[in-house]
């Protein structure tokens, strides 16, 4: 540990990484002493300027840390202006920075400095013209020596070194008045020029974000320090070690107010939502995808993890709005890899993981004993002893509860056989992915290929997918450059699986098979098919994903901060999707054939004015018109009754039933949008944005919408007054934002009256059936965009000399014209009408909080602290003319669970007091003891869906954090992730109820084991197995959960060693993901609300190994 930077001693109870890590917190924020007077040999200095004169930079200095510099003005006179972001460096490494490319140097006597000018010695002549041999030495921030470093001359790269493993470098003929570029991955090049030197050291910078750094805003990019809106870039280096086969999965519990879910079978796409629901159709929630500025349609797990380069959320109105209809629920911009920036050598990556993966908590069906204890619990009154029932009865014969003479075979057998080991494997993810990067003069280039292997951990469930990624741009005059973004991806999803919830329905007594390993059709004599029927079908299910971007950018002639881009992109995506079920059609043949095309394109006209006046004004002016199409087709074909199946689907005629469907749509956008930023000396912001969407799917009353905002910032740091205050504030910067968004859940003809054709008509005497039109929807030409008016306020800082960091979060909004279906008289021909209709109120809170908690030579450990919170509430719905009751107040709608005043996701139900006891002398009538005890609300003795349901709960969690914690000892990086969910008083509630079935089913079938009541267990949390209560009452339990989400251990090894054999990167690493659950959750899993239910998945653990290695 630093002794210059002491922390509190953490107490002794405290046992848990969350508490640990909330006390070293707030000791970083309450108790930061100051430094003392005289240095350490560690004293690290973290330092962010930019744009300022090395005396104002040794002024900062002075105040930061103590030092005191001495030096003649004219030693510094003419120097001009220097930016530096040094982070833990030493003081030697921030004197180099700032003198490179002078005649000075200096020395450093306790906290003394003083500056020399070196004496200039005539430079050593190398050939007859004069030019010089050039030798030096790279290292970073800290002074390491980097090897592996680009070396070239400006203006002809021909002319370039490689640093050897000390760092070094040499250049023979080179011109004394050429000027060096320094690039490497990874961080900050730099220009130095030569000016006669034979000598020419520098220290490169890590390019990591930080204040000054730049984030993708939305058809265009801004410094971070220059943002007004809410916009979080998410940190992938911290998660590309677990096994994620889609790249959103990185971001679970990463960025405040972001909800990604679980996933539970190979190659699925996570649910994900921003800032709670703003609709009442919790359908249409996900938040707007945006690929290198395209919106994107196509699969997330088409988009490789490895060819991602950043992801930028955009939460607020001010940040979204950019993109109008489409950004109520949120905007997730992510940015593919490019090229490099400067000239350089290619760069070959080459990465590869293999994950071995279980059920992190599975509900595995009863073996055979456990069956036959559960039948006889079932039919308690028989199967023991009255009066007490908790004797057996030695007269009860078990083979009379049964009605599937299988399970009575099974019995006499003695079969005891496991349905879910049968249907379950070992899960693996394997991953393989190659790139190459680099430029020349002209051209930059980023070139990848990945493949991606899937196995589940349930029999046929499986992903395979192939990846490849063409990024080029190349410039072809100073002011005119063109590129192309271009991407494949090829998804399997081949094979289908067994029918899990007959799986688990299974008795023990009974097997798949006969003697002659043929499936049973119903292995149990009843209603239930084989669940391994599926597993025979012959399935081809395959997606291609072609997707690329043409784009030229040209910076106006004579108009300096001028320029035009153009993109033009298309998405195609091809669907495949065809069986031969031999068992299907009643088990004489069914196969089909479905293939669907997906066409988007789109061409963006993006026109930019960026400026600097007089250093203190900047302006930023983006205008955009845009156009969209989208086109879909699809054929389909079935047939049945084969007489033989050898060719299945690639034979439909020979089926003596055939029928064909087709359909196809088509849909256009229009849209232009103008946003302006202005900023008055990095202090005073403001972005006013306005954006004018069209549809097609609306009629030409309401074809266009407008979605104006507007948002300003002061960032108070930068005054005067804040110059020398304790806490040496760093940042400090207030954010305010307000404006409109758009949300278009719209079918692109549901303005329409739209008419149907049928088969299924009989005119006249004739009893063939005859295609036949109706009517069937309703046409509604008033449908307008829903609306969501949103304010936002923000808080970001960072302080203690950059080593705790963060922002704070407040929003409010409220969406109104919500599109929904509402029910309407059958009369009238139709059950439902497509309106605008209702209000919907959002508020919260988020934070999040980084800190470095120590800061050694050979050790650090930092943190990550996000926390986010939502409240909504339904302010209308019908409107307040819907009061039928006449009690002034607007009903709400039941059948939908919609209630005034109340949040989305309110759970109306039955509220359970307990369970029937045997001695109870109060069971009504069609109840039994056992059974639920179910509160009378209107006191009328009876239990009825009008009068005893109230609102019990709610789906909705009160907050949810994440804890991150990264150990950094030498070449180790040991990072462990912690993720929660938590309901507090009845959130975050759902369905919790054993679905095991009653009376026959409860006997016949099987379960898994729970806590069910029987006469020898009153105190049962569940009530018994066989018999229903009249009313059908469903259990609902809180899933409040800690998850140890994501822990990873890698070493990366020194460069020095690399070099030596040829190598300029290596890293080695194991990781686990959803390792431990803390829950009092009886179920699958919390997160995804899958209880004690029969059609569960398990959420899957993961252990990872990986490397990656650079050429």
Known sequence: MNPKLPLCNLPRYCRTLLSRSLLVLFALLLGYPAYPAEPSDEELITLRVRNLTIPEIFKRIEQDYGYSFFYRDEQLRGLGRRSIQVKNASMESVMDQLLAGTSLTYKIDSRHIVLFTRETKPATVQNADGTLS??????????????????????NPSKGAITAADGSYRLDNIDPQSTLRFSFIGMKSVEIPVAGRTAVDVALEDSSIGIDDVVVVGYGTMRKSDLTGSIVSADLDAFREAPNVSIVQSLQGSVPGLNVGQVTSAGANPSITVRGQNTFDGGNTAPLLVVDGIIYKGNLVDLNPAGIKSIDVLKDASSASVYGSRAANGVILITTMTGASEPSKPVITYSASYSIQTPAHRL??????????????????????????????????????????????????????????AATQTGHIQTHNLSVRGATDRTSYFISSGFT???????????????????????????????????????????????????MRMSPLSVPRDEEGNLIRQPMDQNIPNPFEPTEIDDLNKELNLMGTVYAVVDIPYVKGLSYRVNYSHDYRISRRYTSDPNGNNYKGEATKYNATAHDWTIDNILTYERTFNEDHNVNVTLLAGREENEYENTSAVASDFSNMDLGYNKLGVATIQKTSSSAWNESSLYYMARAHYGYKGRYLGTFTVRRDGFSGFSKKNKFGVFPSAA??????????????????????????????????????????RVTATPSYIFGDNNSPSIGQYISSMANEDLKWETTLGLNLGLDFSILKGRVSGNFEYYNTNTSNILYSINIPQMTGFSSIKSNIGKIHNHGFEFSINSRNVQTKNFAWDMTLNFSLNRNRIVSILGPQNDVDGDGREDDLVSSSLFIDQPLGSIYYYNILGIYQLDD??????????QYRVEDIDGDDKITPDGDRKIIGYSEPSYRFSIANTFTYRNFTLRVFINSIQGGRNRYMSANTPNVGYNDAATNCNAFAYDYWTPANPDAEYAQIYYATPTVTTVYRQRSFIRLQDVSLSYRFSRELLSKIGLRDLKL?????????WTNWQGWDPETGQGLTLNGSPVLRSWTFGVEIGF
């Open 921 to 930: 002398d109060d069971i009504p009538a069609g109840y039994r003891p056992g």
């Open 134 to 155: 050039v030798v030096g030495c790279v290292t970073n921030a800290s002074g390491d020596k980097i090897p592996g470093v680009t070396v070239i001359v400006v203006g």
């Open 1069 to 1077: 690493y194991v990781s686990g993901k959803n390792l431990y659950t």
């Open 364 to 421: 595995k069906p009863l073996n055979r004993e456990q069956f036959l204890r559960r039948v006889r619990d079932a039919l308690w009154d028989k199967a023991y002893l009255a009066p007490d029932y908790t004797q057996y009865n030695p007269d009860f014969d078990i083979t009379s509860a049964w009605i599937a003479p299988a399970n009575i075979k099974g019995f006499e057998n003695g079969t005891d056989f496991d349905w879910w080991d």
């Open 712 to 753: 300003v910032a002061w960032v108070i740091s930068g005054e005067n007054f804040m110059k020398n205050k304790p806490l040496t504030i760093e940042f400090l910067k207030l954010r305010a934002s307000y404006g409109a968004t758009g949300n278009r859940t719209l079918g692109r003809y549901s303005t329409l009256a």
């Open 453 to 503: 292997d899937q196995l589940g951990y349930i029999m046929n469930d499986k992903y395979k997918r192939w990846t490849g990624r063409i990024n080029l741009e190349n410039k072809i005059l100073s002011w005119f450059k063109v590129g192309v973004q271009s991407m494949v991806a090829s998804g399997d999803y081949s094979g289908q699986t067994p029918a899990m919830g007959d799986i």
